[in-house]
């Protein structure tokens, strides 16, 4: 007896709809390996009438209140909130995560980034009003871009949607949005709550795939462009919406160095760093991944690191004692395991480094040892359950080996020395620098990097003024 498959379908002005031309994609369970959905493979006519019911929306939309748009936020939020259990369900099954962790974890924190931009809707600020030449007197406005093209990815897909939507909402615009091609589950329902809530075609959803996505950037209707993904895909992004000069908002990749004192505890180090480097299988750009360890503490941080890793579960969602489940895709697990299969004679795998089972794409928590800065396993982002160890004889040499990568999104510093931890965080040459711990995040603050990791803000005001465009106006007092 063969199950029939669930129908995922596109939301386009207000109203659930199949590609126009049929397409679908087959959506897996990661965790089983099986086809549970099928979703729509939605070509330019799907793109065209998402962007001009975006549009459509845009005037009545930009013109509402803060406070209306506040009150329809925090209508979401309270939504989130009443069908957590549905979004669980549906993000478990896009992306084999435990139920537990994506309970306490992601549905929290979603719905205080919502409301912490209803908040921020009613607090746009800036200069005063004043005459700057006689007898003129001038004005900035903060206005809304207009329509939003965003692609979110498959590592956080409710989140980072959250990211997204809320935010450009908040500001006055209208969205269409694109969640991953083998994630699109929660995100079609978070399409059927929103829709409930909001005007028709302020809010929309389409499925497919890269060519989906090159198609929205494309598109002479957005004014704006958001993608979190990988590096390739943003410099993809960022060179199709040059065409028309797009304004283009970039959450790439992260090779976040963890820099490790002699005078740190080591055993509390080890607990929260294997913890930042392996949750959500390190399918995070801002993982704890690339530990970098003062020479005198190396081995004995070495072994317990490795003793924290074979401790460490993964397994089926509904198994309360896993920190992680499997990557997302298939070829999520071909690419890891070739960056173990490809390292280097003076590398050790000192734990893990295999899948594990036969069913799903499950791979064990790795940790290797004796790696070198140039490295194709310290260079490049494995974006799975893998963190690498370095030693470092001095300050100048962790900073040296921190910054050189082409990445700089996320960092930490582990010390007891006031002074030290300070100039590290300048020197640093990263979005964020947390010190004695790694991976926390909260609304008020931002999330973004530099050089390859992307430019722009997310959370924060600063996410939010990335969603506005400032006007000078100027009138005579004659």
Known sequence: MTTELRRLRNYINGEFRDAADGRTIEVVNPATGEVFATS??????????????????????????????????LKIADAFEERAEDLIAAEVENTGKPVALTASEEIPPMVDQIRFFAGAARMLEGKSAGEYMEGLT?????????????????????????W??????????????KPSDTTPASTVLMAEIIGSIVPKGVFNVICGDRETGRAMVEHPIPAMASITGSVRAGMQVAESASKDVKRVHLELGGKAPVVVFEDTDI???????????????????????????????????????AKAAADTKTGQPDDEDVLYGPLNNANQLKQVSGFIDRLPAHAKVEAGGHQVGDKGYFYAPTVVSGLKQDDEIIQNEVFGPVITVQSFRDEEQALEYANGVEFALASSVWTKDHARAMRMSKALDFGCV???????????MPHGGYKKSGYGKDLSAYGFEDYTRIKHVMTSLG
């Open 40 to 73: 729509p493979l939605s070509g330019q006519a799907d793109v065209d009438a998402a962007m001009t019911a975006a549009a459509a929306a845009f005037p009545a939309w930009r013109d509402t209140t803060p406070a209306e748009r506040q009150k329809v936020l």
């Open 138 to 162: 001038s004005i900035i406005r903060r206005e809304p871009v207009g329509v939003c093209a965003q692609v979110a990815p498959w590592n956080y897909p409710m989140m980072m949607a959250v």
């Open 164 to 177: 997204k939507f809320a935010p450009a909402l908040a500001a006055g615009n209208t969205v269409v949005l």
């Open 267 to 305: 055993a509390k180090a080890v607990e929260d760093i294997s913890m930042a480097g392996f949750f959500n299988a390190g399918q995070d750009c801002t993982a704890a991944t690339r530990v970098l360890v003062h020479e005198s503490i190396h081995d004995e941080f070495v072994a317990q690191l």
């Open 434 to 444: 947390w010190i004695n711990t790694h991976i926390p995040l909260v609304a008020e």
